[in-house]
């Protein structure tokens, strides 16, 4: 799944927590891609400033997509281990 911005907006949040009392998996997943994507634009924003790979190195456009790639991964892998704690606050507050 790649990560996009826009992909998530807060219409999709609304239906999402509107709809039947079963779809909190569905509110769940949304806010799990929307911390995803948060960790992703700050992984990119962090490489991109740098100017330079992770890895090292000048960067060039196939070791870009590479890296980009990567972050989409890890921003995953943290959303899925609720790093920043952004989808259970979220969560939180759209049960209320």
């Known amino acids: ?9 807060p ?6 927590a509107a709809a039947k009392p079963g ?14 994507m948060f960790a992703a634009t700050l992984l990119r924003t962090a ?6 790979s992770w890895l090292g190195g000048e960067s060039s456009p196939g070791g ?6 990567a972050e989409q991964n890890i921003a995953k892998a943290m959303a ?4 920043f704690g952004i989808a259970k606050t979220l969560s939180k507050s759209l049960n209320r």
């Open 1 to 9: 799944m790649k990560i996009e911005t826009g992909a998530l907006t």
């Open 11 to 16: 219409q999709s949040m609304e239906k999402a």
């Open 23 to 36: 779809a909190s998996r569905e509110l769940t997943a949304a806010l799990e891609d929307f911390e995803a």
């Open 47 to 52: 490489r991109e400033e740098n100017g330079t």
């Open 64 to 69: 870009d997509g590479i890296m980009d790639f």
């Open 80 to 83: 899925r281990q609720d790093a």
